[in-house]
């Protein structure tokens, strides 16, 4: 029984950890279509309606993305350390064992975030260099 | 149609309508030229490869310089697909490999199209910059323009249709909207476009650098006669441009001749006045476009025809 009941609760901790790091994954790309919809969806409150003063809005929506790009290097920093790349190469990590699926997760983790990070830099360019609604 | 009463042009602008034309040719030919060896087909009035605005050379650097880079990736993309299906089989060390995909495929593109974007976006406040004072408003219509000079510090404005008349040398503003639908204002020798929207007012601004005669048309579908839907852009030097300001500020010219006050007569008692403005008679409507000194534009029925009597007698 107490064999047994280690083991069951090993995989509980095991598959509770995993669950989150499933929700990690998607974490980023998240982050970022929010990101880009409050910036659509304010500028054009802000343009064609008139609800917002523009100025400030381009500045807060500036503000908004600097605090995503540090949650997306310290959620990036995260799941590096879970690829632990320095460990080998991820091509090896094919062989199903739990470790193996573990770091896969980071490693994926880690390019999805690097890619909502650049996507964040992109929507991020327009409110830096154009001013107003013209 | 006949209403030659009003066509009592004033001899002064077509005159200088030929000399900017004849500048532009001159100015422009040896260039014109060189480049009409390689380019045939790429120069003319309505070409975005033959800028003659500000704006138009921004944009006309900016689509050289990708034209050329894409036409060099592509070079160096089938080089390499070449080198490593026919010269080098082999297997490449995995290191290298992923060097490879972490160069080529994930920071390359990033910086290349961070760097394209970064300069298209830089691009779009000066098209929009704020004018030096003269104000163009155009309303597009089903199928032709409303147009509208007003100058900062000077009470009144000048309205005209189908004929966008710009000084050099200066940034004009365009302000523009649309009654119905959607339509888009283009001078590609000019400058980048611009959609009007009905019930809404959008910027743009212009600076041509020579003078000549462009073309603009309609850039947004907007129903039958939408591809019928054109104007002419006059580039002038800016004291032509105020000499012709002030003479398109003046009523109509009364009719000198016989048929001229013959024409005039038609035109009051077809009723063309219910629907036509010319300044300077009892013709106020509102419906179709201002014909005050319709006679000195270029074209008529919104660029479709030469203006030639016989084409206005139709
Ligand atoms: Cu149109």
């Known amino acids: 029984m107490t064999d047994q009941g280690h083991q069951t609760n090993q995989d509980r901790k095991e598959f509770s950890d995993e669950a989150g790091s499933l929700w990690r994954i998607a974490l980023a790309p998240s982050v970022w279509a929010g990101h880009f919809v409050l910036c659509y969806a304010s500028v054009s409150l802000a343009c064609v309606r008139g609800l917002l003063p523009i100025e400030a809005t381009r500045l807060s929506l500036i503000a908004v993305s600097v605090i995503v790009l540090v949650v997306f290097v310290w959620q990036g920093w995260r799941a590096w350390r879970q690829w632990a790349p320095e460990r080998g190469h991820p091509s090896a990590l094919s062989e199903g064992k739990a470790e193996d699926r573990h770091r896969f997760l980071g490693h994926a983790t880690f390019l999805l975030t690097l890619i909502s990070g650049i996507a964040t830099v992109y929507t991020t360019l327009p409110l830096l260099l154009l001013e107003g609604c013209r | 149609m006949p209403f030659r009463a009003l066509i009592s042009p004033p001899l002064a602008g077509l005159a200088a309508a030929q000399r900017l034309s004849f500048q532009r040719i001159r100015g422009r030919g040896l ?220 009523d109509a010219a009364e009719p000198q001749s016989d048929a001229a006050r013959r024409g005039l007569a038609v035109f009051q008692a077809a009723g063309c006045g219910a629907c036509h403005t010319v300044r300077g008679t009892p013709a106020v409507g509102k419906v179709g476009p201002d014909l005050t000194h319709v006679g000195s534009r270029l074209t008529i029925g919104a660029g479709r025809l030469g203006a030639t009597l016989d084409n206005i007698e139709r």
């Open chain 2, 31 to 250: 260039r014109t030229t060189a480049a009409a060896l390689v380019l045939s087909g790429c120069s003319g009035r309505q070409s975005v490869l033959d800028p003659a605005g500000s704006d138009a050379q921004a944009l006309f650097t900016l689509f050289v310089s990708l034209l050329v880079g894409a036409a060099i990736l592509w070079v160096a993309m089938n080089g390499l697909f070449y080198w490593f299906t026919r010269r080098s089989t082999g297997t490449l060390p995995e290191r290298s490999g992923r060097m490879l995909i972490l160069f080529g495929g994930v920071i390359a593109p990033t910086v290349v199209i961070g760097a394209v974007l970064l300069w298209g976006l830089s691009l779009l406040p000066d098209q929009r910059a704020p004018g030096d004072g003269l104000t163009v408003s155009v309303l597009g219509e089903q199928w032709w323009w409303r147009v509208e000079y007003t100058m900062e510090g000077v009470e009144g404005s000048v309205v005209s249709a189908n004929e966008i008349r710009l000084p050099t040398g200066q940034r004009t503003d365009l302000r523009l909207t649309s009654d119905g639908v959607i339509h888009s204002l283009w001078v590609p020798a000019l400058g980048g476009k611009m959609d009007m929207f009905p019930g809404r007012e959008t910027r743009m601004s212009l600076e041509p650098v020579e003078p000549g005669i462009y073309r603009g048309q309609c850039a947004e579908f907007c129903g039958a006669s939408h591809a019928w839907m054109a104007f002419m852009a006059v580039a002038m030097m800016p004291e032509d441009f105020a000499t012709w300001l002030e003479a398109e500020a003046q």
